[in-house]
């Protein structure tokens, strides 16, 4: 009976694995398992954010000196982007072969799907591709029930001018030209597809003119970061599973806008943690939190103006990133929390899905 | 008995006082009373933000079409950058004369002060003219022991290339050559100012070289900001008087970090509010917050690394007010707060004070 | 017979009119005579450029003082940013009433529009109103010949969320909900229409889908800047007309990418002027540069890739008027420049018209 | 007899070594034989710049493939900051054993130092590693005279806030603790320390104080890039040997302002190439230009006000990067220039030197 082993540990730089490394040193972790690692870290978290692919590539020579050519399969998702007081952090997901216990407990499945031409970032050909891996990531994680699924990270390509070139000469059409907006809607397709995964929106119902269009329609688990560093996506789907076991369990809440904290604060007590014991290093049985950022297109949070989509010098999911990272440190009391930008069709406008990770007493 | 009037309004931008105005020609604000507007403006918050300016500009234009001359009396502070999700907003500060009633309640002194000459920024001669003129404004609020203070708010000078040159044609050496230090450098000096008047720190234990460099030295009620629209300070007192009326209580506490809003969840309930029962429009008591912000130079919150410092793109006060206004924002269920940044020697390194206003029962 | 003056005065602020006023005081400059004052200011040159703002009304304040209300009718265009070395100034172009002379000479005009109303921001209401208007100023100056316009200044509106909310409370849809997009539909527009009344495209040729997307329409002598600071059009037109007399003579070029100095070098020797021998203060014949600056949307600059669209923290509209008055002030060896950003249909895609105002030996 | 072969090929992406592998592939490089690579990198150019570190990984992974444990001989000296229009590119510099001809021609000599304890940064101790470094790199390249020197490459650390705190712990003082002014003391000492080299400067004329103090201290032949990737120097030395052949050679001029270009084309004429012909592919006889940007401390530029130091959004290196950029690539016709960032004691107040390599006819 497989065990859901969730490791947070500190990054001093993107290319700085040392505490992993230390981990798998001391027998904490073990390589063979690492199905994901989640990493948050320092760039500008937009298009030109090379932070990424320093960890990326670190990461994958680090796991490669460990696993081999296995270190392939292991899905690399950073969010770019510690904006305010947010600490560069790893969480590396391992599946341990257990002893016995009792589910349910935490379950991870992982997938990878193929490159997607260009053309369909951010359309249905998008959608689909995501929809078709997240279903393929709970088969391989053991979660028959979509209410069973709590989060589900897809890191997705962006356009860069050398891709739109490369698919305009071969004469298709992108859905955009401009690159930040690209990231956009990779994430809004991509999340769209969890939707339709989960059974929240039937695919009929969407078309490519509904992408980052169409507010109304979200997914209430999705997570998406858009990275330059690749081509097709990496799924990870996180629920609990009868077929697990082990300490740790996994509960959702949604924000409504930017400074909901109370649905977080609820998901806490469901998983039987008091968000005002914590913070103080006393209680250490939050493992995660796993949050989506984004600036309200209404511009407007609970009726009042922000400047958030007027700031020509600092993107909006810059600023987004570390308001919801304040709000939600205010709350738990920590700082190493994996809040990540853009969140069209994650959660309704201006807010979105919060999922954490706590050990069980 | 004159009775403390503090009015929230919403700037569309910065130079938008129609909000004002309409207060003025409601009967709401008798602008003959009017002592301070504060302002939380849409700008950098750094050297070249002219929101400031603007605002300042706007201010006085409608002032003089009120009261005139007396227009030059009235303390315009303006506090520039609204990252994350705060909302631009003013804060009129007005002396009513009431029909009697029973205090002590909120009480205001404000005072302007002579030009300082650039030398003297961000040392003890800047040091000496606040401390002096917090002590008058104390005097013109009624308020007799230092423990009454909750807050005070200091608008300060910056050094220009402009400035700096004048002083060394002058034959004087400024404190830097650096503008944008020369922010911190005032308004460290001024928060000292304002620590000696209200009896923290005796001015013998001052030195220029301790200003901006011994941590261990803050007071716990200061609020400066620094501006380049003016060459003098304007100094307001909020606290509490026997000799005044009306709703308004004010409290405050010290945040030890940038996340740690627990003491002010305590000056809240100790004026009489819950928290977590603010921020769904039910309950308006809540009437002010006044908070500081800054980046740890430890690098640190709670033992987690945090980027601010090294982040050469975004300002570490800009990622400051956006990180500990999503704290506040999460607790208070309100984005129109006052978070000003750069807090040196106001509060602790890493945290600062904040105060609240609220209306009574 | 009137004689066009330009007046170069440095700004040491956005809100500096000193040198104005000193100008005026010395009776350099008849108040009543100016019909336009440019200036560059050194905000972000994008949406939340509140330098713009601040300079316009701190000049409507100067020139009321002088001209009463009259001062509404002086065009004032402000063009934020100041990136890499450019230096903050001001220029006044004034018609003076002269004692003779002999034609041809530098002749303005200049005219405003009423609002746009926003839905009609970057589509062909726009262009047709701004045609109109300059079709009146050319009237206006006594220019009869569309080839005798060396350069038509037009200062346009920009969307904001407030404005789009306000079209939408109409019922009408506005052509973008992106604010800093709405900057370049706008000045897309207006460029048209500059070109529409000079017969470099017949109006039929165009359609609202062109603009900002048809990159082959373009005008050679258009310079549009939009601001947040008006909501309808300024529009002046600089040319040659035997109707007007003086020393100043104007001409220009097109630069075809953004290090393309030759064809500016070509202008000012028709003028008269060796571009090589200016720079070192012995040649005061340069009166003022006016050029536009882009970032060419293909990516590339003579067949190599420029990071400029791909960068997130820094608009593109900033690093290329950074760039192409780096190259302007290595010809001219000056650094007042009046580089503006933003340059659709203003010039092939990455160059941009150029204009050169010269004094006559 | 060496050859000095310089490969100038561009880069797609900071971690894009493509065009460096194709070039060994077809046998235009010999691996063994690169001594040292420079590249232009997307990032900022500042403390927070990953895209250098990136392209150090990605380029010792490609000479690893090639020359095994060799590639650490490499100098890689990585140049963040493409603003303006300038073109991400590597410069590789090949020592290649030729079949005779006749010298003198360009010589490279390339040295590592070990790694400097953080508390020597921007002090004496920096300075005298590197002027010996120096030394060893023209022995090297077998040039006996410093005045056949034309320009020195140094890339040299600097601090970060965890540096800073591994210094403090062992009792020692840096001489700052703010690490993006860390970058400018780390180049000045670096810069000295070549003019020592060179006998520009005595060593004993200098002192801790005057480092990046004393502006009339200065090379005409320094460049010095920082950068978080490395804790030690690589100094790379070229100039003109009698010991080498073959068609390359490099000449120097000092720029005395950001926009003084007439040295450079001075230059350009002494190596036999006329600027004014170059730019339209016609010419490949420019190898490469290499100059240092920086904004004057003076706030002026020729007299005029400049606002790179007063702009809190944009560093003052990447202003300066982009405008100096321009003026030479107006002049040069082409945007893939190494023009680097920061020239503290690298030529005078706001200007810097700047070699070109030229392929003799």
Redesign the interface.
């Known amino acids: 009976m497989p065990i859901a082993r969730v490791h947070r540990i ?1 990054a ?4 700085d694995v040392s505490g992993i490394e230390a981990a798998i040193a001391a027998g904490a972790i073990a390589p063979a398992g690492v199905l994901a690692i989640f990493g948050k870290t ?3 978290g ?6 990424r ?2 960890a990326v ?2 990461l994958e020579l680090m796991l490669r000196r460990h696993v081999g050519a296995a270190a392939g399969k292991v899905c690399l998702v950073m969010s770019g982007g ?8 790893w969480l590396v997901l391992e599946r341990a072969e257990g002893g016995g216990g009792q589910g349910p407990a935490l379950a991870i499945g992982s997938v990878h799907t193929s490159d997607l031409p260009s053309e369909h970032l951010g359309r249905l050909g998008q959608v689909a591709q995501v929809a078709q891996a997240v279903r393929e990531a709970m088969a391989q994680a053991g979660i028959t029930r979509a209410e069973d699924v709590h989060f589900v990270q897809v890191k997705c390509p962006l356009l ?3 891709r739109i ?1 490369e698919a305009h000469g071969r004469g298709a059409q992108t859905a955009t ?1 401009d ?2 907006k690209s990231m956009g809607l990779s994430r809004g397709a991509s999340a769209l597809g969890i939707a339709v995964a989960l059974g929240e929106i039937p695919m009929a119902q969407l078309s490519d003119a509904a992408i980052c269009a169409d507010l109304s329609l979200w997914s209430d688990r999705a997570s998406c970061s858009s990275g ?1 560093e690749l081509m097709g996506h990496e799924v990870v789907v996180l629920g609990m599973s009868d077929a697990w076991s082990g300490p740790l369990t996994i509960d959702h809440g949604v924000m409504r806008d ?2 909901d ?1 109370a649905p977080v604060r609820a998901a806490l007590a469901r998983a039987g943690v008091a968000a005002d014991a914590l ?1 103080e ?1 006393a209680d250490d049985r939050l493992v995660a939190v796993l949050a989506k950022a984004e ?1 309200s ?1 209404s ?1 407007l ?15 909006s999911t ?3 990133r ?10 738990v ?4 929390l994996y809040v990540s930008g853009g969140a069209e069709h994650q959660g309704p406008d201006g807010g979105g899905p919060a999922a954490v990770i706590v050990r069980r007493g």
């Open positions: 500190a001093a730089a993107p290319d320092e760039g500008n937009c298009v030109n954010d090379f932070s692919g320093l590539q670190s510690t904006e305010g007081g947010m600490s560069p952090h860069t001018l050398a070139a030209t690159t930040l330059i930017a400074i904290v913070g290093g600036a297109r511009g949070i609970r009726g009042c103006r922000h400047t958030m989509l007027d700031d020509s010098d600092i993107s810059r600023h987004a570390a308001f919801v990272a304040g709000a939600l440190a205010g709350l009391g920590r700082t190493d």
